[in-house]
């Protein structure tokens, strides 16, 4: 059987809940949410576990902290024998504005933390899908920024692209990257608007 890990980066604790840099987590959490998919507690994460058509998907919170996401990553890839071309990993991004992501089969970790330890360990080759968060933020500001709450405002600007990011990690495990890609990302540079 097919097996795919999908990870969602962010900070486990209740201080971290809802902040920008737990975007990643909330699209797992909606994903889990709407398939009805229960996170247990186990080595290095908060894993998930249902099957699209026969492919077996691995939902993945780290629970290493950011900047040490790569360890559990490595470790889940290697445990369940997964191919490191179905693994998708999404994280936020200040580089993108808010309510806009980009799907890329592979590239640099753009200044990430918990990219780039993964890119440490296992490579830059494979699936990511960065989640804009904007970058209203005055210089020097930037990790009070992205460990700051979404305010119930920007929580609209971003919904529609987390529903949309529910739908990607679907075509990814179903159709494979670059299709994804191809019908995806321009809806992600309109802000995760459908027209």
Do not use: C
């Not at 040490?68 to 993108?96: C, F, H």
Request: hydrophobic fraction near 35%; proline fraction near 2%.
């Amino acid at each position: 059987m097919d097996k795919y890990l999908i990870v969602g980066l962010g900070n486990v604790g209740d201080e971290y809940d809802m902040t920008r840099h737990n975007t990643g987590f909330m699209v797992l959490d909606a994903f889990a949410k709407a398939s009805n998919i229960v996170f247990e507690d186990k080595r290095y994460g908060f894993v998930g576990e249902t099957s699209l058509k026969g492919r077996k998907v691995f939902l993945l919170k780290p629970s290493t902290y950011m900047n040490l996401s790569g360890n559990a990553v490595r470790y889940w890839l290697n445990k369940e024998n997964i191919d490191q071309s179905r693994l998708l990993v999404i994280s936020d991004d200040v580089a993108i504005p808010l309510g806009q992501f980009r799907l890329k089969a592979n590239g640099s970790n753009g200044g990430h933390n918990g990219l780039g330890h993964i890119q440490q360990l296992i490579g830059q080759n494979y699936a990511r899908l960065r989640m804009g968060i904007g970058n209203d933020y005055p210089q020097g500001m930037q990790i009070d920024y992205v460990l700051g709450r979404y305010g119930e405002e920007e929580m609209k600007v971003l919904q529609p692209a987390i529903d949309l990011g529910v739908d990607i990690i679907k075509s990814f495990v179903l159709a494979g990257i670059d299709i994804t890609m191809n019908q995806y990302n321009k809806l992600g540079k309109n802000g995760g608007s459908k027209s």
